[in-house]
């Protein structure tokens, strides 16, 4: 009985742990939360991602390890690594948990991305809005997600207060506004021996900084430019498990806005919509199993419940929807579930879809 | 929080609760045995079917209960029934776990059956013996399940030695031996307000009275019989659930063999083959929420592995296959996993079940 331990026991750990126990496999969080949703799952080590103690037993009762978020201190990782073998590795999730050496990585690779300066002062950050110009977004390295440790700079006049909010986190990275006629995400997988998929492409549309809809986009004419950058980045890396890409398409090119070194709440729609979803893969690529089929089935899209949930009966009553409910309290901007709706066409995608985004508010 | 409680921890409580913790609901189960393979997955009332406390205990803590399996005393089921919502019905419950009431309700809906006869005593046997003919199969009413509790009689010589084996379970079933084509089953499920839907039509394949390979047949001509059979049974019953009547083909018509009230093995494929599986339709019925979409998404054919497992990487190398396991242990006879294996077409279908079927031996 091989058993994984995530750290981390959100709903992204829960999805993989639903992923893994058919598969056969046990799992253990870290998870600081009492009320961590994916405990039901498996063993809940209940501590903070610090805790030398807990990250002792984790590594103890594991047989490999792996992240639902990137958010965790590098000396954690590299105690883990000692301990039991740990993936993607520590080297990729210190490239993705950073903005300026993430961007810095998509500038060797040759990788477009919005053009970006790092900021340090008030001065540097005045010399650049000048520079670059406006609007533009300055951005904490590390620790942002979903819209938060960022401001938006309109024009000179937000310049002070952007500084007052963020200053502390110096540095900080300031990134030219683009203006992008969609957002696209890539969402790739990479096993120990190399092996690569990629699923379709997911075009995003997110409001307040939190993805709201993705919709897979089989066969969209830009994916072999965005399945060649996440590729770059999965064998530059040594990378093992999914890695999303966010992109920002601009014309014909595509610009990297971050990566998320885990499965991404862009690919949730992979569980029912495609032959093997995002989190199967992930434990397959980190267990040195074959990598599962990544095509689509037929067209799907997916809905995110945000600070709180429609009806259940509502949802499922729409045809071809599946409900993913985490199990979390209802807070403001907090990602609480998501629907996703499978279809046989077009049509009758976008007529549950509008049922799904009224309900979903 | 809605919580569901399951008589029978199995595979099939498994199965019903990995489908339904995504819709927020919680479980728990009754199993006498400590290593039931759901426990993990809610919480476990480690008891008897029979044993009133824990009869009881099951009866608070769940809003709404079902079954794994049909093989509950009637008493127990009618204990439940008195102090929190049960579905299916006791009435119906009674009727599949006894092989004449069964029957008898079978003949009174116009539902064809092979030649069968109550069988009292040796002299029963003997009479009916040279009355309906051999081969034939002799069955005790109740308990009997994947070849137990059955002799197979296929001449006078056998008359004596099936009647030792099994006259003490008395009254017995005489059953003439079907020359069937096929064995097909169809799987309805039918909700609170009386909506009922259908999966498109299994085709199973038995050895030694335990089932190996089931293929969806969608599209197949018998399939309206096989539902209008199905809903018979459903309406007349008040049916609330899944009910999966297993038929034999013979030329264009078809032959009931018995009906599980519950989720089937035959329907295992719709987890990855139909829009919704059979265990997440039986939830939704079971509290009154829309039925969700039966169709099948191309071509599913699944393979059982009984008595042990193949590598799970030999499993999860053949494109297109899912794998199951049920975390039980391998004994002879016991199914511990199955495969579904989901196909665009024909041909890619053919091709990976010749490999699933090798590797389940």
Sequence with gaps: MTTVGLVGGGQLARMIALAGVPLGLQFVFLDPSPDACAAGLGQHLCGGYDDRDKLAE??????????????????????????????????????????????????????????????????????CASDIGFPAVLKTCTLGYDGKGQAVLRGPDDLDDAWARLGASSPLVFESFVDFSREVSIIGVRGKNGETAFYPLSENLHRGGILRVSQSRAGDPITALAQDYCRRLLDHLGYVGVLAVELFQVGDTLLANEMAPRVHNSGHWTIEGAEISQFENHLRAILGLALGKTDA??????????????????????????????????????KVGHATLRADNGPDLEAGLERLVALAG
Tied chains: 1, 2.
């Design 58 to 127: 984790l590594a103890r009762r594991a047989d490999v390890v792996s992240y639902e978020f990137e958010n965790v201190p590098e000396h954690s990782v590299a105690f883990l690594a000692e301990h039991v073998p740990v993936f993607p590795n520590a080297h990729s999730l210190a490239t993705a948990r950073d903005r300026l050496r993430e961007k810095a990585l998509f500038d060797e690779l040759g990788i477009p991305t919005p053009r970006y300066a790092p900021i340090r002062s008030l001065d540097d950050l005045k010399r």
């Design 297 to 334: 089935i037929g067209r799907v899209a997916m809905v995110n419940f945000i600070g709180g949930t429609p009806d259940p009966a509502d949802v499922l009553a729409v045809p071809g929807a599946h409900l993913h409910l985490y199990d979390k309290e209802p807070r403001p901007g907090r």
